[in-house]
Protein backbone atom coordinates (compact mmCIF):
# COMPACT_ATOMS: atom_id res chain seq x y z
CA UNK A 1 0.00 0.00 0.00
CA UNK A 2 0.85 3.37 -0.62
CA UNK A 3 2.32 5.76 2.32
CA UNK A 4 0.66 9.44 2.12
CA UNK A 5 1.82 12.54 3.02
CA UNK A 6 -0.06 14.86 5.54
CA UNK A 7 -1.31 17.08 3.06
CA UNK A 8 -2.04 14.52 0.01
CA UNK A 9 -3.55 12.39 3.39
CA UNK A 10 -6.21 15.63 4.38
CA UNK A 11 -7.09 15.10 0.14
CA UNK A 12 -7.93 11.05 0.41
CA UNK A 13 -9.33 11.80 4.09
CA UNK A 14 -12.03 13.81 2.89
CA UNK A 15 -13.53 11.69 0.01
CA UNK A 16 -13.85 9.03 3.23
CA UNK A 17 -13.01 5.68 4.17
CA UNK A 18 -15.47 3.85 2.57
CA UNK A 19 -14.25 5.54 -0.95
CA UNK A 20 -10.70 4.64 0.10
CA UNK A 21 -11.21 0.76 0.55
CA UNK A 22 -13.68 0.74 -2.55
CA UNK A 23 -10.82 2.22 -4.62
CA UNK A 24 -7.78 -0.04 -2.66
CA UNK A 25 -9.85 -2.98 -2.06
CA UNK A 26 -12.18 -3.87 -4.58
CA UNK A 27 -10.60 -1.51 -7.52
CA UNK A 28 -7.35 -2.45 -7.00
CA UNK A 29 -6.97 -5.86 -5.63
CA UNK A 30 -9.96 -7.42 -5.56
CA UNK A 31 -11.15 -7.23 -9.29
CA UNK A 32 -7.52 -7.07 -11.31
CA UNK A 33 -6.64 -10.44 -8.81
CA UNK A 34 -9.69 -12.13 -8.36
CA UNK A 35 -9.97 -12.21 -12.81
CA UNK A 36 -6.42 -13.09 -13.39
CA UNK A 37 -6.82 -15.82 -10.88
CA UNK A 38 -9.63 -17.12 -12.27
CA UNK A 39 -8.27 -17.10 -15.52
CA UNK A 40 -5.56 -18.85 -14.60
CA UNK A 41 -7.09 -21.39 -12.75
CA UNK A 42 -9.29 -21.98 -15.93
CA UNK A 43 -6.25 -22.24 -17.77
CA UNK A 44 -4.79 -25.18 -15.44
CA UNK A 45 -7.92 -26.77 -15.75
CA UNK A 46 -7.50 -26.68 -19.88
CA UNK A 47 -10.62 -25.07 -20.51
CA UNK A 48 -11.55 -23.39 -23.76
CA UNK A 49 -11.17 -19.76 -24.41
CA UNK A 50 -13.12 -18.05 -24.79
CA UNK A 51 -16.09 -20.81 -24.18
CA UNK A 52 -15.34 -21.57 -20.83
CA UNK A 53 -15.51 -17.88 -19.68
CA UNK A 54 -19.29 -18.36 -20.24
CA UNK A 55 -19.83 -21.19 -18.15
CA UNK A 56 -21.01 -21.36 -14.73
CA UNK A 57 -18.33 -23.25 -13.43
CA UNK A 58 -16.08 -20.60 -14.48
CA UNK A 59 -18.78 -17.76 -13.30
CA UNK A 60 -18.50 -19.18 -9.71
CA UNK A 61 -14.86 -19.35 -9.54
CA UNK A 62 -14.68 -15.37 -10.72
CA UNK A 63 -16.92 -14.85 -8.30
CA UNK A 64 -14.83 -16.57 -5.07
CA UNK A 65 -11.63 -15.18 -6.45
CA UNK A 66 -13.20 -11.27 -6.62
CA UNK A 67 -14.88 -12.47 -3.14
CA UNK A 68 -11.42 -13.33 -1.59
CA UNK A 69 -8.96 -10.44 -2.99
CA UNK A 70 -11.33 -7.92 -2.13
CA UNK A 71 -11.72 -9.01 1.31
CA UNK A 72 -8.05 -9.19 1.78
CA UNK A 73 -7.25 -6.00 -0.02
CA UNK A 74 -9.86 -4.17 2.06
CA UNK A 75 -8.82 -5.64 5.53
CA UNK A 76 -5.20 -3.85 3.87
CA UNK A 77 -6.82 -0.85 3.06
CA UNK A 78 -8.16 -0.51 6.40
CA UNK A 79 -5.13 -1.38 7.89
CA UNK A 80 -3.43 1.87 5.75
CA UNK A 81 -6.24 4.02 6.36
CA UNK A 82 -5.61 3.23 10.24
CA UNK A 83 -2.21 3.68 10.51
CA UNK A 84 -2.87 7.36 8.23
CA UNK A 85 -5.56 8.11 10.91
CA UNK A 86 -3.26 7.76 13.82
CA UNK A 87 0.00 9.72 11.89
CA UNK A 88 -1.91 12.37 10.40
CA UNK A 89 -5.68 12.04 11.85
CA UNK A 90 -5.54 14.40 14.58
CA UNK A 91 -4.19 17.70 13.52
CA UNK A 92 -6.19 17.32 9.51
Known amino acids: MRSYREDEWRTVRSRGEPAFLFRHGFLGRGLPLGVLTAVAIEAYLGGSFPDTLREPAFLGRL???VAVFTVSGS???HANWSLHERRFGQRG
Request: charged share 0%; no cysteine.
Open 63 to 65: LLA
Open 75 to 77: LAA
